[in-house]
């Protein structure tokens, strides 16, 4: 696996990074595979040496960053990865982005972020 500088941070992540949008729970999307059917991607992904993992709350309404959380505890040290996360559509298993009958975005404001982060650090500790 090649490794690069996530910017200046000092940080080195694989150059392909596995976005977790496809794992989770089918009742947010019929495409989305759940925890059984998962694992093995994850876990191969760790094997081929990849530390670099994108999710976000909105993704199977939080059980994409809960598997995400949970994989990278089983595979790996949370000292080995980085996890690249993000807040603002809205966390709720009904809410289908760019279809025509969702209700738009609202902006988020500090306090929906910070209990955003709260919610993140029970589905992805930093003790991963």
Known sequence: M???NLG???LMVSRICLGMMTYGTE???PWILEEAEARPIVQRA???GINFFDTADMYSAGASEE???KFLRQFTRREE???ATK???PVDIAYQAGSSNSAPPRDPTPPDCRASTYLKQSRVPSGV
Request: charged residues 15%; hydrophobic residues 50%; glycine residues 10%.
């Open 46 to 48: 760790v094997e081929l």
């Open 67 to 69: 598997l995400t959380g």
């Open 27 to 29: 009742q947010w999307r």
């Open 8 to 10: 200046q941070t000092g």
């Open 2 to 4: 090649d490794y690069v």
């Open 87 to 89: 807040v603002f559509f």
């Open 81 to 83: 990865v980085v996890i």
